[in-house]
């Protein structure tokens, strides 16, 4: 009888014995064709509507890409970008920041905001119906936002208690030093995205309201992922672009770091903590590379998953940690190969010598046969998941315009990922990894992982201190 169910006998071909279960899983049938919705483009009162049709939705998203990212900061006002893009709709011209939420709530919309090193983005999700007033509302919080002093100033000090909890917490401290190592102190690539406590707090109205009059007032790139026959292009792009003439210029590119000649690791110290933070990688090609497709097949199998190979050391063979990963992030200039983890105090010498062994084997083995098929057909059977609403049409938009790539761009991955082979992969991984020339950083307790870190043959400097 079936507990809860004392009138329900359990039927017998549901029983182990009862022949309805299979000793193995059945094949996958082959992927299908995966083909980008339509893009279309048009030139409008000085700027550009890059659009994608979905006949027959009934949801719409639509959103500002414009070239205003951390690049663009003044030295000592490193955050500035993260800041004033936060600020868009917290009370406009005419808005207060109660009465944008309000109008915004009242279409049935999500508001959405992002940022990266070259730009800033802001989006919302709305019903097809309310998609013109959901532009109008976007255009309202980028071209007319007010920036009033009481706003700013609660604003600010909500970031710098934010700020504060974030780097009270192990691994920022490691990710800020980790970022520094590898791209120079004097490289804006070289700090976090957002900052540090110090250079928000240096951060003014003034300078708010200046780095929007000097990189927010251009056109930018207006994105709409909608069905189309039920839109008007030209009138939301007039919308957005009217009286829109900033400067839209790219920011200057960082200076391109030197690869270390070994394996370097620096310690900062946390005394007293129970685990230690690892962040352990180099610097990697940007999106634009033709092997990027080789690039994603096998740093999955080596970082992207629970069942990847750094996970089922680290994790499942040797106890060390709760879980740990790796990947490429490409921006439009450099990118980044990382391994991220947290490992008891105890073990970080040996986690930290059996990632880099992990690194190695790929770089030299590459994947086997059967990695690279599961990991391939995982690949193909999430990445159209991933593209089901407007929203995540119009994130591979925006990377279109970001990274300065072809319309059919998702098209083509697509077919590069089913046409793809393990020899592509294990040559990508022969490329792209280099083991030789990792950076490692260890935030734990000094006095208890240098001594160990050294007993395993690195030359460890002791006394690196985060800023």
Known sequence: MTLGHPDHTEPADARPDGGLLVAERPPASPPRPYVFPEVRRLHVAGGEVVAAHLPGRALAWAGLVLEAGALHEPAGREGLARVTGGLLDEGTANYTADEFALAVEGLGARWTWTHDWETQGVGIDVPLAGLERGVAMLAEAVRRPAFADDDVERFLADVASSLKHTWAQPGTRAQEAYRRLLFGEESRYGSLLDGSPASNAAVTAHDIREFHARRMTSPGTLLVAADLDAVDLAGLGEAVFAGADGPDDRAAAPPTPQDPSQVRVFVVDRPGAVQSVLRIGHTAPPRST??????????????????????????????????????????????????????????????????????????????????????????????????????????????????????????????????????????????????????????????????????KGFGVQRDFAAH
């Open 290 to 455: 033709p092997d990027l497709v080789a690039i994603e097949l096998f740093a999955e199998v080596l970082g992207g998953s629970f069942t990847s190979r750094l996970n089922h050391t680290l994790r499942e063979v040797k106890g060390y940690t709760y879980g740990a990963g790796a990947g490429f992030a490409h921006g439009r200039r450099v990118g980044t190969f990382t391994v991220a983890s947290s490992v008891h105090t105890e073990v970080t010498a040996d986690a930290v010598a059996d990632a880099l062994d992990e690194i190695r084997r790929m770089h030299e083995s590459g994947v086997t046969d059967e990695e690279f098929e599961t990991t391939r057909a995982h690949v193909l059977g999430s990445m159209p998941i991933r593209l089901q609403t407007p929203r995540g049409i119009g994130a591979r938009l925006r990377e279109a315009v970001v990274h300065g790539l072809p319309d059919d761009h998702v098209t083509c991955e697509y077919a590069d990922f089913v046409a793809a082979n393990a020899v592509e992969a294990n040559r990508a991984a022969a490329t792209y990894l280099r083991p030789d020339a990792l950076t490692v950083v260890v935030e734990g307790d000094a006095a208890r992982v240098v001594p160990d870190l050294e007993g």
